[in-house]
């Protein structure tokens, strides 16, 4: 009893000493901008309401979006507070997430406390580049400007071919059907599964297979394949706190908790990523040494484009690639599955039906078209999770399970706007892998609700929650059992 008084203590004490945190730094960031604005003088400019700071995101960590969707259904665009007093300006309004990610593209970036915009200085020192370099380092997700024009430009190329897509139907099959045969099994003995992490598996060694010519065998049981997942997976959440924790860069200092805990999976994820690299970078070098060809992927060419012209490759910049392309394929593919798979066994009459067919930052002083004043500096965001959600853009049941939404009378998919469904982004940073990902799914999807039943382990009443990564997956996993049809 005790033990438990303590603890109730402890948790009152923190709560208190975050919301007394909170009210101060809203005191001082008050303070901050009205001091800003009065100095610029003129007609006082019309920014977003204020709906907090950035502490009460750690005090909500858990429910995150949650949170964030509680105050979206109060406002369609709000600002949480910064120490520095730069604002966070976030949206759920398509006319905004429009207007940022393709009317006005070229004045919200990836990039944060800019003091000037060339390009050189815009991947240095920015937010969203220190927050991710440690992962990420100089890939897609983390860059703008020449490098990320010149990652596009190539997994543009290789992604639109036909002989990506043939391959890739052939990989994404014949991991459906191994896991297929993994359910099948889990099924005649009456267990039940980690659905996510059986899932997980297939997305990796699907998107190794094809983007990078490796045979990771991670659903057959691959040890090391699968340490690698782990870290990975670790790695990106301890990312996405860096978002929401200021004190980051301090424990990175003092080398504790979650910034100790970035870094040691870090170097699993290197370990892991560089022996391939070498591996594939030798091949090829033997390869033309011996003047044969060999079959290109999308490491191989990276490998060849990236060489300068004595032939050395830069491997840390292939390993920011490989990661992001890596997270890209992997993570989002397979939580989509597996929130569809928890829907579908929440609602049995949809997986029954499914079985009859077959989820930026300002270089200049703006407006927004809602009327928002956003200044140089601030940073913006558009919040896919929570728009899903908002009954101003999907009507009154937004948060019912419809799948029927998505079809015309007629029974055929219409897609929506992409700056309304943002799940794939919009404008010139649309996903180059949308066509890629949904193909994954549907073939996944196909083969498993046309051999099986799925119930989820401990009933129809059984909720789950997201775990808090960049990505996001169902925490503790998704198990379910499975029964042949």
Not at 435 to 457: D, T
Request: glycine share 6%.
């Amino acid at each position: 009893m005790e033990t438990g008084n303590s603890s109730s203590s402890s948790s009152w004490t923190s709560s208190t000493a975050l919301a007394v945190a909170g009210l101060a730094l809203l005191a001082i960031c008050s303070f901050h901008l009205l001091f800003r604005r009065g100095r610029r003088g003129g007609k006082p400019r019309q920014y977003a309401p204020v709906a907090g700071t950035v502490l009460h995101q750690l005090y909500h960590v858990r429910r995150l979006h949650d949170y964030h969707t509680d105050l979206f259904r109060e406002r369609k665009t709000f600002q949480l507070l910064t120490p520095v007093g730069r604002r966070h300006i976030y949206t759920c309004d398509p006319a905004v997430v429009e207007y940022i990610l393709k009317k006005n593209f070229a004045n919200y970036g990836k990039f944060s406390l800019l003091t000037c915009i060339s390009s050189e200085q815009r991947e240095q020192g920015t937010f969203n580049y220190e927050n991710t370099r440690d992962l990420f380092g100089d890939g897609i997700f983390a860059v703008d400007g020449d490098k990320w024009k010149q990652q596009r430009k190539i997994a543009s190329y290789d992604f639109s071919t036909r002989a990506l897509r043939d391959t890739s139907g052939a990989v994404f099959k014949r991991n459906a059907a191994k896991l297929a045969g993994i359910v099948s099994s889990c099924a005649a003995s009456q267990q039940s599964m980690d659905f996510q992490g059986l899932v997980l598996k297939a997305t990796m060694d699907s998107i190794f297979t094809i983007a990078f010519g490796l045979d990771l065998n991670t659903l057959g049981g691959s040890a090391e394949g699968s340490r690698f997942a782990a870290a990975f997976d670790d790695a990106s959440e301890f990312t996405l706190l860096r978002y929401i924790n200021p004190f980051w860069k301090v424990m990175k200092l003092l080398h504790v908790g979650a910034e100790a805990a970035l870094k040691e999976r870090i170097e699993i994820v290197d370990e892991f990523v560089y022996k391939r690299i070498r591996s594939r970078a030798q091949e090829l070098s033997n390869a033309k040494a011996q003047d044969t060809n060999m079959k290109q992927d999308i490491l191989s060419r990276f490998i060849e484009t990236t060489a300068d012209e004595s032939g050395t490759v830069d491997y840390k910049y292939l390993r920011d690639i490989i990661l992001n392309i890596a997270i890209a394929g992997k993570d989002t593919t397979a939580g989509a599955l597996a929130w569809f798979l928890y829907m579908a066994c929440k609602h049995p009459e949809v997986q029954e039906k499914i079985c009859q067919e077959d989820n930026k930052q300002c270089f200049e002083d703006d407006v927004l078209p809602d009327g928002s004043s956003v200044s140089k500096g601030d940073i913006v965001f558009y919040v896919p999770y929570a728009m899903g959600r908002m009954e101003y853009l999907w009507g009154r049941d937004a948060e019912v399970f419809r799948p029927e939404r998505w079809l015309s009378e007629n029974g055929e998919f219409q897609p929506e706007n992409p700056f309304k469904f943002t799940a794939f982004q919009a404008g010139p940073r649309i996903c180059l892998g949308k066509e890629f990902a949904y193909r994954q799914m549907k073939i996944f999807a196909a083969v498993l609700l046309r051999f099986f039943v799925f119930r989820l382990r401990d009933g129809e009443n059984a909720s789950v929650n997201y775990r808090i990564m960049l990505t996001l997956p169902i925490e503790q996993g998704l198990h379910l059992t499975a029964t042949a049809r």
